[in-house]
């Protein structure tokens, strides 16, 4: 390695990279990232199962929304500056460990939040991840001069923003749930302010990567969740008939909503309109994605408390945490990559009808595994019919 080489690795000008570069994969820095906010995921749907399974639905339910906000939009506007901006060298590298610590900080804040209603760690690891984010957009502000004015946008109403979080701790009980769908709607409102001077170079198919690979930790959070619960429930020598059913509808489940997921190539919703409302509604509509996605799981570890009566919960009650967040999850997936206009073709109506199906399920008579079984037949069907439509119109399968 040269000298000039080895000083390059230490610091490179930060400009836009180009859209159509080619071979844009996720890098290894990126997927240490998404496995280190995974670790708050797991904290966030613990917390729901615990708070759901002590039937505080209302409470559980609004915390997880709240905290799983701060994960996601910290994992989503790392990913979205990356696929623009990613340089991969030092300094790049060191602001984005000072972001998986802010991740961190929010994982470690998560049950003081749900049991207390507590937020002041997770603001704190939360606005450390916006500020991290801050000297990123002033890096690409000082040396990409056409794209200074949104960089300058994007890190001056960040910046504004966490002084609001941090302010919003001192303000009384009473205003602090409007205050923060407020503030959720002054984050929301940043990017769309910035890309009006300019829009930024980010990667379709990177992008549409690095939801896809997301969605996989996200899947695989829940798998090991729920396996846990089994196996738990299994130790105890007890329902052991049952719980094998549920450990096999859980498996079906899961497979089939990662199947429904990746058999519509994201990139290709992305690509076919680049105008900044197609990309601002499938960026931010995959948060009911990735939070329906990790509910799952916390669903799946009630159904077993159930079967294993750990819990006081109704047969319907019990069941809704598992169904609701597959209905939801369905219904995204069929909005952001499907697209409820699609030529009348069957598969178009397919997503939703089993979303009602699903949560219909919940009301039936049948023990709770054979309910979960039931949900998960009806969803691989859905699975079987979108493959099948694919084949027809000639459409890449997986």
Known sequence: MTEHSAARAWYRPMVSRSSDEGHRASTPLELLFDLCFVVAVAQAAASLHHALTENHFGSGILSFLMVFFA?????????????????????????????????????????????????????????????????????AAVTDPPCRTTALRYAGGIALVQILWIARLALPDSVL?????????????????????????????????????????????????????????????????????LAAAALVL?????????????????????????SLSWGYGHYLIFASAAAVGAGLEVAVDYDTHATH????????????????????????HIGPTNECRPIAIGYPVTAVLVLAASFTPAPIHLTALLAAAM???????????????????I
């Open 313 to 336: 919960l109704g047969p319907v009650m019990a069941a809704l945490p598992t169904t609701v967040p597959v209905a939801i999850y369905l219904l995204s997936v069929w909005l952001l």
């Open 177 to 245: 749930l409007p205050s923060f769908f407020l503030l959720v709607l002054l984050e929301f409102a940043v990017p769309a302010v910035a890309e009006r001077t300019g829009r930024t170079s980010w990667h379709p198919a990177h992008i549409a990567e690095r939801y896809g690979l997301f969605t996989i930790i996200v899947l695989g959070e829940t798998i090991l969740a729920a396996t846990m619960a089994i196996k738990e429930g299994i130790a105890a020598g007890e329902h052991t008939a049952a719980l094998a059913v």
């Open 71 to 139: 994960i996601w939009w910290g994992w989503l506007n790392f990913s979205w500056f990356a696929s623009a901006f990613d340089t991969d060298d030092v300094a790049y590298r060191l602001a984005t460990m000072v972001q998986i610590a802010g991740g961190l900080t929010v994982a470690a804040g998560v049950t003081r939040a749900f049991d207390t209603g507590d937020y002041t760690v997770i603001v704190i690891g939360y606005v450390l991840m916006r500020l991290a984010m801050v000297s990123q957009w002033l890096r």
């Open 254 to 278: 899961v497979f089939s909503l990662w199947w429904l997921y990746f058999d519509q190539p994201g990139h290709a919703r992305l690509m076919r309109s680049t105008t900044m409302r197609t």
């Open 379 to 397: 969803v691989a069907v859905t699975v079987i019919a979108r493959h099948g439509d694919s084949k027809t119109l000639g459409e890449p399968g």
